[in-house]
T-cell receptor
Framework: QQQVRQSPQSLTVWEGETAILNCSYE??????FPWYQQFPGEGPALLIS?????DKKEDGRFTIFFNKREKKLSLHITDSQPGDSATYFC???????????FGDGTQLVVKP | DPKIIQKPKYLVAVTGSEKILICEQY?????MYWYRQSAKKPLEFMFS???????DNQTASSRFQPQSSKKNHLDLQITALKPDDSATYFC?????????????FGPGTRLTVL
């Protein structure tokens, strides 16, 4: 059973629009949720993260909204830029565990 | 300069052979990891090491053996290679092994088994 699910699989937005990437998880023991950005041929790079005690985390144009009761979170990218075109992975960790569980990713394309 | 070095970037092997994937990190981190990314599955955790000791192993097959000769090295030996082993293997590291410790990923080694 996949622990972390993402939707949509792919998303295309115009430059300047807000991209919304969705994520849900199964295990209620997860307490830390990093989002990774991956460009072709590169490794994933941490973009922004949130712990389960918060419901919102903002860093520039990137904001995570977290709903613990529904086990859902979303990443909002405002004023999307063509350079944001990449695959975004939602991930989850549980307390006292090094393992990161990744979703399948959302491939974002930002058209100029 | 790259902080996590993985060698080689691309690797082609024949079924049944053995290969070693190299990983070195220059971040001064104490924990290192291996993940696998294949076409059909999301990024999967394989191993974690902390201070050169195995902490967690989620790889069912003993054909995968991590090797830590130095604190900043964590190589991955794969024996009796199968086509299903074809994937990109990522090494990662973090300052500590704690829950909130940010894991930094290397550029990966893409392995193709023919």
């Amino acid at each position: 059973q996949q622990q972390v699910r993402q939707s949509p699989q792919s998303l295309t937005v115009w430059e300047g629009e807000t991209a919304i990437l969705n994520c849900s998880y199964e295990d209620s023991t997860f307490n830390y949720f990093p989002w990774y950005q991956q460009f072709p041929g590169e490794g994933p790079a941490l973009l922004i993260s949130i712990s389960s005690v918060s419901d919102k985390k903002e860093d520039g144009r990137f904001t995570i909204f977290f709903n613990k009761r529904e086990k859902k979170l979303s990443l909002h990218i405002t004023d999307s830029q063509p350079g944001d075109s990449a695959t975004y992975f939602c991930a989850a960790k549980e307390n006292n565990n090094n393992r990161i569980f990744f979703g399948d990713g959302t491939q974002l394309v930002v058209k100029p | 300069d790259p902080k996590i070095i993985q060698k080689p970037k691309y690797l082609v092997a024949v079924t049944g052979s053995e290969k070693i994937l190299i990983c070195e990190q220059y971040l001064g981190h104490n924990a290192m990891y291996w993940y696998r990314q294949s076409a059909k599955k999301p990024l999967e955790f394989m191993f974690s090491y902390s201070y050169q000791k195995l902490m967690d192993n989620q790889t069912a097959s003993s054909r995968f053996q991590p090797q830590s000769s130095k604190k900043n090295h964590l190589d991955l030996q794969i024996t009796a290679l199968k086509p299903d082993d074809s994937a990109t293997y990522f090494c990662a590291s973090s300052r500590t092994g704690g829950s909130y410790a940010e894991q930094f990923f290397g550029p990966g080694t893409r392995l193709t088994v023919l």
